[in-house]
């Protein structure tokens, strides 16, 4: 059975940096696309970022500048640097993976970790 389990959220001042992080377990054969979503109360879920098998990212307009993605495929694991966060970001972050599992690939989520910025 396959998991996302994320870790680093937390509560932090405007203008400060967090580090998201989410690694992948269980047993499978390949991870592709790996990514970030957050879902703020009273709205639909968005992307954040996403990060190719291949290293190519692609950003919300939001994040950009802001956030770098990245990726350590020897560790099935995945991250967001944050920096230069502001109230608007604050939401629950969920951790995207497609991955294959014999012939099939198919999404799995995490469970979400919170990040609130406030003073």
């Known amino acids: 059975q396959v998991q996302l389990v994320e870790s680093g959220g937390g509560l932090m001042q405007p203008g400060g940096s967090l580090r998201l992080s989410c690694a992948a377990s269980?047993?499978?054969?390949?991870?592709?696309?790996m990514g970030w979503y957050r879902q703020a109360p009273g709205k639909q879920r968005e992307l954040v970022a996403t990060?190719?098998?291949?290293?190519?990212?692609n950003y919300a307009d939001s994040v950009k500048g802001r956030f770098t993605i990245s990726r350590d495929n020897a560790k099935n694991t995945v991250y967001l640097q944050m920096n230069s966060l502001k109230p608007e970001d604050t939401a629950v972050y969920y951790c995207n993976a497609n991955i294959l599992i014999l012939t099939t690939a198919r999404d799995y989520w995490g469970q979400g970790t919170q990040v609130t910025v406030s003073s």
């Open positions: 269980g047993r499978f054969f390949s991870i592709y696309t």
């Open positions: 990060v190719t098998r291949a290293d190519i990212t």
